[in-house]
């Protein structure tokens, strides 16, 4: 399976809505997603789990990583969706988490200038939480084009995908522990 990963090209409206420290945070946020989806070290585990799980697409995937959080759909929280697969066009997207405007605006847009040594606990909490959302969401993703024709209904394709999100997620912890943060 062939994978293309790329920063997505966000509309000039939904640029326009944000301001400038919050526009540079989640720029900041995207590159740092990016590198961490590029790594050698997650790109080896990604080729281990399609082994695994026996994953096929006959198209190439086009993994966007995703500039700013998801807009709301119908009655759901902003904060639920982390990442989509859509099967006709072969995309994957990420989503940034849904973090307060307010602490952008205060001290967040600093969060990816500062090295990380010289984060707060509370600050290295959040890049770590970053990273592994992240990383649960390619997962799950993923997952989600191995079940991608499988004729299952949504509910139960997503619990079986959840499950083994959990499974392989534990098991990034381990593998990739010198690359996240702690």
Not at 92 to 102: G, M, N, T, W
């Amino acid at each position: 399976m062939e994978m293309r990963v790329r920063l997505a090209n966000p509309p000039v409206g939904l640029v326009a809505k944000y301001t400038k420290k919050e526009r540079d945070f989640f720029s900041d946020y995207a590159r740092t997603v990016l590198g961490l989806v590029s790594s050698p070290e997650v790109r080896i585990l990604l080729e281990k789990l399609i082994n695994l799980e026996g994953i096929r697409s006959n198209s190439l995937i086009d993994l966007r990583v995703m500039m700013f959080p998801a807009m709301p759909l119908n009655g759901r929280p902003r904060n639920v969706l982390h990442g989509s697969y859509n099967h006709d066009s072969s995309q994957i997207s990420l989503y940034p988490l849904k973090l307060s405007r307010e602490w952008i605006g205060k001290i967040g847009y600093e969060l990816f200038k500062i090295p990380v040594a010289d984060l707060s606990d509370d600050a290295r909490g959040l890049f770590r939480e970053i990273q592994v959302s992240c990383l649960s969401t390619l997962v799950h993703e993923i997952l989600h084009v191995k079940f991608g024709n499988s004729g299952m209904s949504r509910y139960v394709e997503e619990a079986i995908v959840r499950k083994l999100e959990k499974k392989y997620i534990q098991e990034w912890k381990v593998e990739l522990k010198d690359l996240l943060v702690s």
